[in-house]
């Protein structure tokens, strides 16, 4: 559902790109606190949040890569806004994805530059927000359980698309550039972006289900479902105690012996080890084997008209223009490098600006305590 330059006129994309850069900044703001261990166990987990939020941009990235056929002539792809939200967090979720749209659009030119605004606005913004919505949603009335969480992960993935694909149409009401009645545009947007979610509900469905099997705890969505440390005492020395006639225990005087120590953590590195080598073998592997038919949006916007005036990508002559490697013969070899490079290339990107915001969200928190006065005697 990458909008090019040319379908949305300059005013209406001007507005989105400040709704986007809008919902970025508040994002930044919200992902820090998602990154500095927000969720069960505090800010334990503050040091692997960061690293595993710039494997889901990855994941998201080459997922992206797989389009998969949806009806005649017609294909779909994740757009990971419902993925992000509920592994990472919604606030983190949007940066996920406006990362992914950020290197798609740059380095492969795929999405319009003038249009990144309403690609943000269309598939980071509004896919995270009804998605996170109704997950939470339905966990509140579902059974509190990791099958509930996974259902209703299915259920938040499969109304984010055509969320966004009724998102596409009203600014296209707004803004288009040709004459096409809306009401037709909504039909075929809506109607092949239906069929699109099912496919998007599904990956989510599995992929937070095959998480949430392993490491429920690196689930942001799953949160609630870890139970806190409860100390109980034997009945028998409660029964002994209430007994006036029971002979006084000598160690009832006795200090209280020292808590037992803390659980070790338990290190992420084989979840992102196994995420990053799926990342890999779908944008370098499978990638090839992707449907070759238009997308939900190239579909309806040719078949209606809609890309008469679609402008030429600011960077279509890239080396990496259109998921190719130029210059290299074998198109398998080719697109599996341009994979390769995009994984890769997500991944720094995502991961350097979720640790940057994690360090100042330690160092904001920590400055206040440096800052206090001393405390006299």
């Not at 949007?94 to 269309?122: E, K, R």
């Not at 966004?164 to 004459?179: H, I, M, S």
Request: net charge positive; with cysteine.
């Amino acid at each position: 559902m990458h909008v090019p330059d040319g379908f949305i006129n300059a005013p209406v994309s001007a507005a989105a790109g400040a709704v986007a850069a809008a919902a970025v900044a508040v994002s930044l703001r919200g992902a820090r606190r998602e990154l500095a261990g927000a969720g069960t166990g505090g800010g334990t987990g503050a040091d692997r949040t960061a690293p595993l939020a710039g494997l889901v941009a990855a994941f998201i990235f080459a997922v992206q890569m797989l389009n998969f056929p949806v009806a005649a002539g017609t294909s779909g792809h994740l757009l990971g806004g419902a993925l992000a939200a509920i592994l990472v967090g919604p606030y983190t979720g949007v940066l996920c994805v406006s990362v992914v749209l950020l290197m798609q659009g740059v380095l492969f030119a795929d999405g319009g530059l003038t249009a990144l605004g309403i690609n943000i606005s269309d598939m980071a913004l509004t896919t995270t927000v009804v998605a996170y919505g109704v997950f939470r949603l339905l966990v509140k009335v579902l059974p509190r359980s990791r099958r509930s969480v996974t259902v209703a992960s299915f259920a938040a993935a499969l109304l984010s698309v055509p969320a966004a694909a009724v998102c596409f149409t009203a600014l296209y009401a707004l803004g288009g550039t040709t004459d096409v009645p809306i009401g037709k545009v909504f039909t075929a947007m809506v109607g092949v972006h239906v069929l699109i979610g099912i496919g998007e509900a599904l990956i989510t469905a599995l992929t937070v289900g095959a998480v949430i099997a392993v490491r429920p705890d690196l689930v942001y969505g799953a949160r609630d479902l870890a139970r806190p440390l409860e100390l109980r005492t034997s009945p028998l020395a409660t029964t002994a105690s209430a007994d006036p006639a029971a002979p006084a225990d000598p160690a009832a005087d006795a200090p209280d012996p020292a808590p037992a120590p803390a659980a070790p953590r338990r290190s992420a590195r084989r979840l992102w080890l196994a995420g990053l080598a799926v990342a890999l073998l779908c944008a370098g592997g499978l990638s090839y084997y992707a449907s070759s038919s238009p997308d939900g949006l190239e579909k309806v916007a040719h078949d209606k008209g809609l890309d008469t005036r679609t402008a030429q990508h600011a960077t279509a002559d890239s080396p990496l223009a259109d998921y190719s490697v130029k210059d290299i013969a074998n198109p398998r070899l080719a697109g599996g490098l341009a994979g390769v490079i995009g994984v890769a290339a997500t991944l720094a990107v995502g991961t350097g600006v979720f640790v940057v915001l994690r360090r100042r969200k330690a160092a904001a928190a920590a400055a206040p305590v440096a800052d206090a006065p001393a405390e006299r005697g």
